[in-house]
């Protein structure tokens, strides 16, 4: 099955800086890579998405690039704000499969 | 426009108790899933649901754990026999089509077992 692997498990940046999450997978099906931010005592939210015939794809400050042949994929934040302070997960859907593969989250703090 | 709806959000069980966890899909969504979260780690899938019909169960333990979706009412998640290592937030998600579809969560139920 899909193995999902996220790094790093906990990123502090300054509050205006960039962050950048990355994740690799194991199933080369896999076709479709969502992410979520997932805050204390909340459900997770999805916050953006990429498929496999896609290379990268934005959405304003956020934005994520996928990369086939080395089977990774990453998460950049821009301009990150107090806001954005949360644990985000990385998932992957495999060919065969119906249910999401999680990485174990990275844990974003934002210092002010 | 309602999100998915877990209820209860809080449990708590004894051992050898039973859980049922409740989930209602987003409106026009017919596709289900429950995941579980251990603390500190990522979401673990459990099975995966459309009306009527468990499509796939293949993270979900084999004993004590049972799920259904039945054409009226919410998804049920069920545990028997609770047991100290089944404390873990329980969470739901929707789609509107398969898996490969963006699915969104609830705000999940957290059990606690004591």
């Known amino acids: 099955g899909e193995n999902v692997e996220q790094h790093p498990s906990t990123l502090s940046v300054q509050e205006g800086d960039s962050a950048v999450i990355k994740c690799t997978y194991s199933?080369?099906?896999?076709?479709?890579f969502p992410w979520y931010k997932q805050e204390l005592g909340k459900g997770p939210q999805l916050i953006i998405d990429i498929r496999s015939n896609v290379g990268e794809k934005k959405d304003q400050r956020i934005a994520v690039t996928l990369n086939k042949t080395a089977k990774h994929f990453s998460l950049h934040i821009t301009e990150t704000q107090p806001e954005d302070s949360a644990v985000y997960f990385c998932a992957a859907i495999g060919g065969g499969a119906d249910g999401l593969t999680f990485g174990k989250g990275t844990h974003l703090i934002i210092q002010p | 426009n309602a999100g998915v709806m877990q209820n209860p959000r809080h449990l708590v069980r004894r051992r050898g108790q039973e859980a049922r966890l409740r989930c209602s899909p987003m409106?026009?969504?017919?596709?289900v899933y429950w995941y579980r979260q251990l603390p500190e780690e990522g979401l673990k899938f459990m099975v995966y649901l459309q009306k009527e019909n468990i499509i796939d169960e293949s993270g979900m333990p084999k004993e004590r754990f049972s799920a259904e979706f039945p054409k009226e009412g919410p998804s049920i998640l069920r545990i028997q026999q609770v047991v100290r290592g089944d404390s873990a937030a329980y969470f739901c998600?929707?789609?509107?089509?398969?898996?490969?579809?963006?699915?969104?969560f609830g705000p999940g139920t957290r059990l606690t077992v004591l």
């Open positions: 199933d080369s099906a896999s076709n479709y």
């Open positions: 998600a929707s789609s509107q089509t398969s898996g490969r579809d963006e699915q969104f």
């Open positions: 409106k026009g969504h017919s596709h």
